[in-house]
């Protein structure tokens, strides 16, 4: 546990700094079933090397890839994989009983058929929920809406946990050996993170791939607690407030990504070559339709987190195929970009 001496001064600290600053591979294999078999996978090795990949940026599949899957589940992460991503993007929230479980809210009602606050529930509860419930086609982010039509109601699709993620994860150890970028979400009875961080790093340091793990948040002395605890550990600062911010904070916490929103005004070439120069890599969130997502590229980022990963990859020429939704499901029309 992290002693409240020592989270007060990094609070500290990371203020005081805000204010002296002035505030390709292989083709993957893959299922996309969160119930059925796990897709096979090469032999595992002692310490899988690092991603290596042949495009920049790299694609990140915001939330598993969530205009193609439901999102945060094991589902689209297998479907992610199939399409050849570099990078699973998530979320974790942690449940009463202290498992760090795979969704972005804080409560349960906007995408699965359960109410309530995740916080609030045993694991052994959360795993009843139907997280295919409220997906349905042509939505980049779940909204519930009886009138839409939702292919994936009863398949089996369930909440996972950030251990599974993981260990499917480790399973990729060739050519094709993607990352994992874990969002540390604010809760109510954890606003400073500290607690999610004390689950989190155990289960990074146990993964196998520690190296191939991105913690990030909004919440500057969450990043600065899993940097503090392990720092080894790769750290990202998001940010919807401005991109000049956001490069601060991850200066000043010796973070190694910056993630502004991508329509962030302060978001152009001189500040990625800001940051490049201050040893920081950019990857900004989400866009997601095309031109959003060509004018990304234009600014030379390094990585891309987005709804619609296959848009990133057609405009790469590395996308090698036309299904877009996850193997085992329905087929369904889905848009290549927003």
Known sequence: MIKRGMMKRWMLCT???LLLAGCGSSQPVGDGSSGGTPPPSPTPTPTPPPASFVAVPFVSAHRGGAAYAPENTMMAYRNAARLGVDDFETDMVLTSDGIAVLLHDTTLDRTTDCTGTVSDKTYAEISACDAGYWWSPGQSTTSPDEAREHPLRGYGVRIPTAEELFAFTAGFTGTYAPTVTIEIKIQLNDPLGVQ???VLVPLIQNSGIAERIIVQSF????VQTIKAMD??????????????YALTVAVAGGHDYVAPVFDSPDLNAEFVTSAHAAGKRVDPW???????IQAMIDLGVDGIITNYPGCLMTLQ?????????PADAPAVELSLCK
């Not at 919440?219 to 969450?222: I, K, L, Q, R």
């Open 231 to 244: 720092p080894t550990i790769q750290t990202l600062f998001l940010s919807s407030t401005g991109a000049t």
């Open 15 to 17: 203020v005081a700094a």
């Open 317 to 325: 020429d590395r996308l090698y195929t036309d299904r877009l939704y």
């Open 196 to 198: 999610a961080a004390g």
């Open 286 to 292: 989400t866009p997601d339709a095309q031109d959003d």
């Open 219 to 222: 919440n500057p002395f969450a």
